[in-house]
C-alpha cells in the first residue's frame, strides 16, 4: 500500500490511502455467479442431437405419418364414449395392464409362451430396452436406413450405435451384416420387418439367418404387421433371444400410443423392472381394450389401405421420373429426378398435402419422399399435387 507521510510538526497524522480493484458490472443475483447453464451439465452429444421433428399439417391432407386415414364408425365412437366416461381416473391404472394384455394375446396371436410388455408406444419400448442393456462398450446394431429411433435412444444413453447400410435397392447385404456381427458382438439387433422408411419386407430366410447369428438380443420391429404378409410373432419361444415389437398405432389407434414387445418370460421379467409405474394410463388401456373387441372394424381397414397401396404405388410408377420402391407397409418410398428432391416436396405442401421429405438425408435416400397411402379421395389430392409439381 501507497503511504504518505505528514511533515507538519503537530500533529503527526499518518494517511493511509487504499487501492482497492474495481469491477465494471457487479452481479445483483449472488447466485447468477456459481448457476451451471446448460452446456454445463448436459453431455455433448444431446447437445449436438436435433429434437425429433413433427412439422404441423393444419390445412393440409396428413401424409407424412403412416397414420390410418379412417375414423370409426359414429356407432363405435359413441359406444367408446360411453366406455371412458365409466372409467375412475381419480385412481391410478391397472400397473400390469392385465385385461387389455389377455385381450392382446387373444387378437395378435400371441403364443402362450411369450410374456408380453407394454409400453408408452415402441419408442417407450426401445427406450426400456437399451436402459436395461446398456453399459460400457456396449453396440446397438440395425441396418440404414431405418427407424430413426433406434440411433436416437442409443445415443441418448451413451451406447455406440454401428448402422449397416442397405443395398441400393434397399435389399439386406448379408455379408456386411453377418461380419458386422461378428465384429461388433452387439447387444441388441434392430429388424425392423417391414422397414420403415423404405416399406419392404427382407426375406424370411435371411432374417432367420440374422437371429441365428446374432450374438445378443434380436428385435423384429413389426409396426407395419397389419399390412405384411408374414410375422415372426408366431416364432416367439422357438429361440430365446428373439423379441417381436409392435404397435396399435399404425392399425389405425395412433393417438393412444401403444405398443407391446412378446418374448420369452426370463427377457420381459428383467425388462419390466426399468419402465416406469403406471406407463399406460387408464384411457389408453380402456380404449385399446374396446378397439380390439372391435378389431373387424380395424382390420377391415388395414384391407383398404393394403389395397389402395397397390393402386397408388401403379399411379407413381407411371409418372415419367419417378421411381416407387414396393412396399408392404401402409407407406410408399419413391425416388423423383436427381436434385429436385425438396422443390418437389414443397411443390406437394403447396398442392395441399403434406408427405415426409427424406431427401436431406442423402446417400441411399438422396431425392426420395415417403407418402402414406391415404382415403382414395386423397391419394387422388396427391397425384395431383405430385404432378404439379414435377
Known sequence: ?????????????????????????????????????????????????????????????????????????????????????R?????????????LVTRLRTVMGVPGEAALLLGNGSDELIQILLMA???????VMAPEPGFVMYRMVARWLGLEFVGIPLK????????????????????????????????????RAEMETLIR?????????????PFARDSFLPDVGKDSRLLVMRTVSKLGLAGLRLGYLCGMPAWIEELDKVRLPYNI????????????????????????????????FKALAALPGVAPFPSEANFILFRVPPGRGREIFEGIRAGGVLIKDLSGQGGLLADCLRVTVGTPEENTRFLAALEAAL
Do not use: C
Not at 87 to 99: A, F, H, I, S
Not at 213 to 219: D, E, I, N, R, S
Not at 281 to 304: I, K, M, P, S, Y
Open 87 to 99: 372409467l375412475p381416473v381419480n385412481r391410478y391404472p391397472d400397473p400390469k395392464g392385465t385385461e
Open 281 to 312: 394410463n387408464v384411457l389408453t388401456q380402456a380404449a385399446a381394450e374396446f378397439a380390439l373387441a372391435h378389431h373387424g372394424v380395424l382390420d377391415e381397414q388395414a384391407a383398404w389401405i393394403r389395397r389402395d397401396r397397390e393402386a397408388l
Open 1 to 85: 500500500m501507497p503511504v504518505r507521510r505528514n511533515t507538519a510538526s503537530t500533529p503527526r497524522l499518518m494517511i493511509v490511502e487504499l487501492s482497492l480493484p474495481v469491477h465494471d458490472t457487479m452481479p445483483q443475483d449472488p447466485l447468477a455467479v456459481t448457476a451451471p447453464g446448460p452446456e454445463h451439465l448436459i453431455r455433448a452429444e444431446i447437445r449436438e442431437l436435433s429434437a425429433y421433428p413433427v412439422p404441423s399439417a393444419r390445412g393440409l391432407i396428413k401424409l407424412d405419418a403412416m397414420e390410418n386415414p379412417y375414423e370409426w364408425p359414429p356407432s363405435l365412437r359413441n359406444a367408446w364414449a360411453e366406455t371412458l366416461s
Open 213 to 225: 447369428a446374432a450374438p445378443g438380443l434380436v428385435v423384429v420391429d413389426e409396426a407395419y404387421g
Open 133 to 139: 442393456v446398456s453399459g460400457p462398450g456396449r453396440v
Open 168 to 203: 441400393p435397392d434397399f435389399s439386406l447385404d448379408m455379408p456386411a451384416m453377418l461380419a458386422a456381427l461378428e465384429r461388433h458382438r452387439p447387444a441388441v439387433t434392430f429388424l425392423a420387418w417391414p422397414n420403415n422408411p423404405t416399406g419392404n419386407l427382407w426375406p
